[in-house]
């Protein structure tokens, strides 16, 4: 009796370390070793916050990363996404796509979908979108700790998805502090424990601090 509550005890204490550390990993290895189709329909900037229509550092990096792979010619396209805050006179992916035409990229290579206060919300929007057009390969523009979990996501919507880091701002591989792995990892462990089964935990913080709980029984 007492080996088999041994070995209980120790298959809960593995499970413990073993499923944070993998989470830790995966986040960590996207980061670091990225992989960026050279072929796309489309580059998603996923939303970050903005001031006024101003895009904030994050959000800027993005945006400026996106511009890169367009100009290189692996995708025809850019999708900005993300609402606004309460009180904000514009959204996330407005504020994104005035800065991407702004900066010499053509209207009509820019979708702006202003939906999304999470990378959830925000990337059934544009998978939403993407079907719509018949679109199914995207390369996502963002922070180098976002990428597994925007990849992992877009993935479990059916669509082809990799990641280009942004190599400017304060969120780059060698900028991001240990806490933004650990959160994200955190993040990303939630998502394919809890988000695949419908209960999402949104990574969008309010003014207080606090995280929202959201259950989507449609997921």
């Known amino acids: 009796m007492f080996k088999l509550i041994r ?25 670091k070793n990225p992989t960026t189709a ?11 916050a903005q001031l006024n229509g101003a895009p904030g550092d994050v959000l800027l990096a993005r ?11 692996y995708a025809p396209l850019i999708i900005t996404v993300g609402a606004g805050a309460p009180g904000d ?14 900066n010499g990229v053509a209207k009509n290579k820019v979708i702006s979908i202003p939906v999304g206060r999470d990378t959830f919300s925000q990337t059934q929007a544009y998978i ?6 018949k679109l199914s390969n995207a ?18 919507m059916e669509a082809v998805a990799t990641c280009a880091p942004a190599t400017t701002g304060p969120n ?42 959201v259950y989507d029984s449609r997921a």
């Not at 050279?38 to 970050?48: L, N, S, W, Y």
């Not at 006179?89 to 702004?102: D, F, I, M, N, P």
């Not at 390369?139 to 479990?156: G, L, N, P, S, V």
């Open 7 to 31: 070995r209980v005890i120790s298959l809960i204490l593995a499970v413990i370390v073993i499923i944070p550390t993998y989470a830790l990993f995966v986040t960590w290895n996207s980061a």
């Open 89 to 102: 006179r514009t959204t996330e992916a407005a504020a994104g796509k005035y800065w991407l035409t702004r």
């Open 172 to 213: 780059t591989f060698e900028k991001s502090r240990y806490r933004y792995l650990i959160r994200e990892a955190g993040a990303y462990l939630a998502y394919i424990t809890l988000g695949r089964r419908g209960i999402h935990l949104s990574d969008h913080l309010t003014n207080g601090g606090l995280v929202r709980y």
């Open 38 to 48: 050279t072929t796309a329909d489309v580059i998603v900037v996923p939303g970050a």
């Open 139 to 156: 390369i996502i523009a963002t922070d180098a700790y976002h990428c597994q979990r925007t990849i992992t996501m877009a993935q479990d």
């Open 63 to 73: 945006l400026i990363e996106a511009k890169k792979v367009l100009a290189a010619g």
């Open 128 to 133: 939403k979108e993407m079907k719509i057009r």
